[in-house]
């Protein structure tokens, strides 16, 4: 990323809005975002300090609650009979853990 060519990652639960604010900066800048197969969400940004372009991608998880409904999330061992996630302890809707973490 950026005419340094370092790299690195960041794990964010962001909307639209807060991913676009984290790239800008103040200045003066260009930021073409490309939705890539696999829902891969590419960003590529051009300023005086980045002629080449810096580079991100942003790829999506899949949140737990979002591949389960209420009812079959109730079905399974992963929450206790009151709709709790038996692995962070918050109730079905407010569960931010993604799919495939174990209880």
């Known amino acids: 990323m950026g ?3 370092r790299s690195g990652h960041c794990d964010v639960d962001a909307t ?3 991913i676009r604010d984290a790239l800008a900066f103040d200045g003066e800048f260009r930021i073409e975002f490309k939705l890539e197969s696999g829902g891969i969400l590419t ?4 300023s005086h300090d980045e002629p080449m372009g810096a580079r991100f991608s942003i790829y999506p998880i899949e949140l737990l609650i979002d591949t389960l409904s209420f009812d079959d999330a ?4 992963l929450f206790d009979e009151y709709g709790c996630h038996k692995g962070c302890g918050e109730y079905y809707y407010d569960c931010r853990c993604e799919k495939g973490e174990g209880k």
Do not use: F, L, N, P
């Not at 960003?43 to 051009?46: G, P």
């Open 74 to 77: 109730m079905a399974t061992d």
């Open 43 to 46: 960003a590529r940004r051009w």
């Open 3 to 5: 005419w340094q060519s």
């Open 16 to 18: 639209w809005e807060e």
